[in-house]
């Protein structure tokens, strides 16, 4: 979206044409800019169908009054009526429409599912509109129908296939659409995404999904994207054919969608229906507006009402309008603020089908597909969303790739709306990290879990854990947080520390069971439990009760806490910078600490004085110093990487920080503090991450600088424009 009432947009740089970047992201959720010759396209974006015959509101207004950047209009319909061509060939699609942004072309493959088979050839419909001058233009794909049998359906896919090179010869470097295909037809839709990436196409739209769309088959839409999107190339923004219904957008936008387009804010107020973020409803029913909208102010439902059918859809089309904007929006900020899927769990609750939906995504690709009753009941809504028919199994790719394209560190709490939100990507990499990369420093056989209060559980309890550490130094600490167990040496980390939720969130009694569970994947099988409520009002008697032979020192001996500090570096070391526990605790052998004015550690110094990391405060994560990127990268045991292929962050434990490889001509720039750009890299460890640490290295493995990735191993090999690594710090020679 562009600001109200700004000036016409300029033409991207020649050589940025067609070009995709991502400027922010939340997992595969993106804030994106598309670069055209009418301006950028910032994505998530809406492109509102215009009829060139019935325009309910004119394309001018949507730029000055909704910030509206691209539409999408029909090329077949505007080829078929001569009233139409003969101007848009003269003077330009742009100057038809009265429209100075990005200019999007359907082909007329939706009219053909509509009213039936088209008159226009593959080659001409690409002729047609290079000729009026589109921004983006769209090849004629076969509609894959829901209803086709599986042999007329692969027939569809192979067609529109066969047709991708002579509408890219034709399009002779036009922006072109290239529609994914394979209706309900899994193996279909991915064999259509991994064909059609072959070619030169600048978007890729989801097609053949109206129909799914129009019956409410949500969790359908959700398995469409799953088996296409994750085939697709990083660098190509994907559009969900069809899609424009607000309700829709945060689920799709968390799912990579970063295109829509519908006609229904016109549609549904011809219909008198208002599109909400919730879902729809009947103007005929309402006695209050369910939202307030600049286009209705002054109005009421009566009014409306009484308005003559044309005036009335027009204001109804302009609230529509405004609702899905502002529903839009509220995905963007979302995803700058990294809550899409917060936003999602949220949006879920609000109609049945996107319940269904969300619930089968955040369950069905684990590794417990739990119990399944022989007479079809359910034991519960998580029993019912699992897999248990043919698909049983299939979908856990899907999921490693939402994944691996999430950020393993950020700032900020996390909002506890239910016990989904366990499940959410986020959670689950941090989770991923701990089990993987934590490793216990005791020998005892006994653990001792806090529970009962929120954090910060430094300043509420942190005193006391060093003086039982005093007397009990192999006893292992835990927290039970919302999110599972947490070692006492990462109790600041996110999202295990800052969980926002109600007050007894954290009063839940400790499940044995559970506990055993968790201390199970920390490498802690069969340590006897011992709890603690850090919420009873007499701290000492109940400690004193689940620790009898423990006997409590007046005062707090320093040494101890050096040693809790000195535990904590070798976690976060482990964690962050993916360096094993052994290797930090022997570097740590007579290390320094610098304290803030509240006594927290700013940063761990070797023996020798030199200074190698610092602890975040915001996020409970450490950053890297420059000698510290020479003390990881001198670690380095493994080959200088020679690929960009991903594999599970679990499958390359103490591997140290990934490495990006650059260009030798980027060196350097980079040596100088430049940030590392898509397009400049040649290769990148498999355990890569965005927001992990990584160093920069040269084809011969030399360190040049060090900083904060910004994208997974598929987008760093696919994409090509924006930056890929932040840089910290240059390397000098």
Not at 569 to 592: M, P, Y
Request: proline share 6%; net charge negative; with cysteine.
């Amino acid at each position: 979206m562009v600001p109200k009432n700004v000036d016409d947009p300029k033409p991207c740089r020649e050589q940025d044409l067609g070009k995709f970047e991502v400027i922010h992201r939340d997992g595969i959720a993106k804030l994106g800019r598309l670069h055209t010759a009418h301006g950028p396209l910032h994505t998530p974006a809406l492109l509102p169908v215009i009829n060139p015959n019935i325009r309910t509101i004119e394309p001018r207004e949507l730029w000055d009054n909704w910030g509206i950047e691209g539409l999408i209009t029909n090329s077949y319909i505007i080829w078929k009526h001569e009233k139409l061509s003969v101007p848009a060939q003269k003077l330009g699609v742009h100057k038809l429409l009265d429209f100075p942004g990005v200019i999007v072309c359907d082909s007329g493959t939706f009219q053909s599912y509509i009213y039936g088979d088209v008159e226009v050839g593959v080659e001409e419909i690409i002729e047609f509109q290079k000729s009026i001058g589109v921004d983006v233009a769209t090849m004629l794909d076969v509609f894959g129908r829901p209803d086709m049998t599986r042999q007329q359906m692969m027939e569809a896919v192979e067609t529109t296939i066969e047709r991708a090179e002579p509408s890219i010869n034709a399009a002779e470097g036009m922006m072109l659409n290239g529609p994914i295909q394979g209706g309900l037809e899994w193996d279909l839709r991915q064999r259509s995404a991994q064909q059609m990436s072959k070619y030169d196409f600048a978007i890729h739209p989801i097609g053949g999904i109206v129909p799914i769309m129009e019956q409410h088959r949500y969790l359908e839409l959700t398995k469409i994207m799953l088996a296409s999107i994750p085939h697709l190339p990083a660098s190509r923004p994907v559009h969900l054919f069809g899609c424009g219904h607000p309700m829709l957008f945060p689920m799709a936008v968390a799912l990579g969608a970063d295109l829509f387009d519908s006609a229904a804010y016109a549609l549904f107020a011809k219909d008198d229906r208002l599109l909400l973020p919730w879902g729809t409803v009947k103007l005929e029913n309402l006695e209050y507006w369910p939202l307030l909208t600049p286009s209705l102010h002054g109005w009421t439902p009566s009014q409306v009402r009484d308005l003559g059918k044309e005036e009335r859809t027009a204001l109804l089309a302009r609230f529509n309008m405004d609702v899905t904007v502002a529903e839009l929006n509220r995905c963007r900020q979302a995803v700058k603020d990294g809550t899409i899927w917060e936003l999602t769990e949220m949006r879920s609750h609000q109609h049945p089908a996107l319940r269904e939906a969300y619930q089968w995504l955040i369950t069905a690709p684990s590794e417990n597909f739990g119990f399944h009753n022989d007479d079809g009941l359910v034991l519960s809504e998580s029993d019912a969303s699992r897999e248990h028919g043919s698909e049983y199994g299939i979908w856990e790719g899907a999921w490693e790739w939402v994944i691996d394209s999430t950020s393993q560190q950020r700032d900020g709490g996390v909002s506890w709306l239910g016990p989904e939100s366990h499940e959410r990507p986020w959670v689950e990499v941090a989770r991923r990290l701990l089990h993987s990369r934590w490793r216990t420093s005791t020998q005892s056989e006994e653990v001792l879990i806090l529970h009962g209060r929120s954090g910060p559980w430094r300043d509420r309890i942190g005193n006391i854990v060093c003086r039982i550490k005093a007397k009990m130094p192999d006893l292992e600490v835990l927290i039970q947080t919302p999110f599972g167990l947490l070692p006492w040496s990462l109790e600041d980390v996110n999202p295990f520390a800052h969980v926002e939720g109600p007050s007894w969130l954290h009063r839940r009694r400790p499940d044995l069971r559970w506990c055993a569970n968790e201390l199970s994947r920390l490498g802690l099988s069969g340590k006897k439990i011992i709890l603690f409520d850090m919420a009873t009002a007499d701290m000492k008697e109940t400690l004193k009760e689940a620790l009898p032979s423990l006997t409590l020192d007046a005062d707090t001996d320093e040494l101890v806490v050096f040693e809790l500090e000195r535990e904590q570096a070798i976690s976060k070391l482990s964690l962050f910078a993916n360096i094993h526990a052994e290797v930090c605790r022997n570097a740590l052998t007579g290390c320094q600490f610098i304290h803030s004015r509240t006594r927290r550690v700013k940063n761990i110094l070797l023996q020798d004085g030199r200074h190698i990391a610092s602890p975040r405060l915001t996020d409970g994560g450490l950053s890297l110093t420059e000698v510290g990127a020479k003390w990881a990268h001198n670690l380095r045991t493994a080959p200088v990487p020679a690929g960009f292929e991903c594999q599970r962050i679990e499958e390359n434990v103490s591997q140290g920080p990934p490495w990006v490889v650059i260009e030798d001509d980027a060196v350097p720039f980079i040596r100088d503090g430049r940030n590392v750009f898509h397009g400049f890299i040649t290769a990148v460890d498999a355990w890569l991450r965005p927001g992990a640490s990584c160093l920069i290295v040269n084809s011969k493995g030399e360190l040049i600088a060090h900083g904060i990735s910004k994208a997974a191993p598929k987008e760093m090999a696919e994409l090509k424009k924006g930056i890929a690594v932040r840089t910290r710090d240059g390397i000098k020679v």
